[in-house]
């Protein structure tokens, strides 16, 4: 019985709520304005949630394209990247961890880096722990200048020092 009161209850509130709101968006003086908001709001999400799916997908193709390109670099037959790719990707971590990048000389040979060229001292762990975390590095052969200061050294001049 307290049952089936609850659930009349229930119908009762329901059966107010819709016809609260049919009032409220049928309303012949602000009842068109109301709809054309309701309307818009509608269309604005709908706009949203599909760039949203589109962006999700986007980025899961994305990701599924890395874990490919991961996965096929680590199955490769001779286990190391091409040169000049290995050379590319260590000067684009230079920048990040050396306050003068074009200072540096890099070169690769099947997954060896040679570093070569000026340095301050304060630069030089970052830079061989950056160069080491760079995928295909298998090796690196350190024939860095190291100076602890920048004085009277041109090409250390004018720039940043990272820490």
Do not use: C
């Not at 409220?24 to 709809?35: A, E, F, N, S, T």
């Not at 590319?88 to 920048?95: D, F, H, P, S, T």
């Not at 090796?139 to 820490?163: C, F, K, M, N, W």
């Amino acid at each position: 019985m307290a049952r089936q009161s609850n659930s009349n209850w229930l119908m009762v509130f329901a059966a107010v709520v819709v016809g609260a709101a049919a009032m409220y968006m049928l309303d012949p003086d602000k009842g068109k304005r109301r709809r054309a908001l309701a309307r818009d709001k509608i269309g604005s999400a709908m706009r949203h949630g599909r760039h949203a799916i589109s962006a999700a997908a986007r980025d899961a193709t994305q990701r599924l394209q890395g874990v490919r390109a991961e996965v096929s670099r680590r199955h490769r037959r001779d286990g190391y990247p091409d040169d000049l790719l290995l050379i590319e990707r260590v000067r684009a971590r230079l920048g990040r961890v050396v306050g003068h990048p074009h200072a540096i000389q890099v070169g690769a040979n099947r997954g060896v880096v040679v570093l070569s060229g000026p340095i301050l001292a304060a630069e030089v762990a970052a830079l061989l722990e950056a160069t080491r975390a760079v995928p295909g590095v298998v090796a690196i052969e350190d024939h860095l200048a190291v100076y602890q200061s920048s004085e009277h050294i041109p090409s250390l001049q004018d720039g940043d020092t990272r820490h």
